[in-house]
């Protein structure tokens, strides 16, 4: 198998070398959006990894790169769509299959599980670890994602520590800072962060607007409405536009 990365690294800066390095997997969605701010606020010397793995909301990834590049931050896009067969039984990576329209719960949204994804991508952002000597590596779970995601739940992630510190001569610890917060919460550290949320792109189709619909759609303006906003981001939907106020 061929792994394809961009890069789009900024040269460090005389400081950088003094701050300690994190590698943060960035799909250019919302949680992982808050987590790469998040990341940078605790101070680490952050090196950003998006993967293109055949997800048909792939558009993600263009929002990925604009913000790391705006921030100068390091940024490295990793092509392993050579793997999408051995996952393609999923309306994430499989656009014959229907897209559910509904909240998210266990009976309508177990057709978005990607399966092994990620356990595939956090095995890669561990080898960048300790390709570039970071201890620490960051993804975006969250507690919202627990009833469904069986790699988003505290004992994946748990496991997955436990392996990370054995399976190389360097350990790398693996944080989710979100872990135990709810969307709205997610939303809550990135109001407190200041952070503009137009900058992100959460929807599970990859059209020019957001479909509204999907239980990704769902959640987020759920999020939007439990803080009286109103979602920054443009969708299909002219009902979509839940909450009151402006972010």
């Known amino acids: 198998m061929t792994l394809n990365v961009q890069n789009s690294a900024v040269p460090a ?7 300690p390095r994190a590698v943060v997997i960035y799909s250019g969605g ?4 808050t987590v790469l701010h998040q990341a940078l ?5 952050v090196h950003a990894l998006s993967f293109h793995y055949g997800q048909r909301h792939s558009r993600e990834l263009d929002v990925a790169r604009q913000v790391c590049e705006s921030l100068g931050v390091a940024h490295e896009v990793v092509d392993i769509r050579a793997i999408h067969g051995l996952i393609d039984n999923s309306a994430l990576t499989n656009s014959d299959r229907a897209m559910p329209k509904a909240d998210y719960d266990e009976a309508s ?7 092994n994804r990620n356990m595939i991508l956090l095995s890669l952002a561990i080898a960048k670890a300790v390709n570039i000597e970071a201890e620490v590596c960051f993804y975006g ?15 994946f992630v748990d ?6 510190a054995i399976a ?4 790398v610890e693996i944080r989710a800072p979100f872990l135990h917060a709810s969307k709205d ?3 809550a550290a990135g109001i407190a962060m200041q952070l503009d949320y137009a900058q992100t792109w959460t929807c599970y189709e990859g059209r020019e607007l957001a479909c509204g619909e999907c239980g990704s759609c769902r959640e987020r303006l759920e999020a939007f409405a439990a803080h009286g906003l109103s979602d920054p981001l443009g969708y299909e939907t002219t009902d979509s536009a839940k909450g009151a106020g402006t972010l």
């Open 159 to 164: 496991k997955m520590n436990a392996v990370a």
């Open 109 to 115: 949204m177990t057709s978005t599980v990607v399966p």
């Open 41 to 45: 606020k605790e101070g680490f010397e």
């Open 30 to 33: 919302m949680d992982s959006y």
């Open 141 to 155: 779970a969250h507690g919202g994602d627990h009833v469904l995601y069986p790699d988003c739940r505290p004992e």
């Open 168 to 171: 190389n001569f360097s350990p």
């Open 185 to 187: 919460e997610i939303l």
């Open 13 to 19: 800066s005389a400081s950088s070398a003094e701050r």
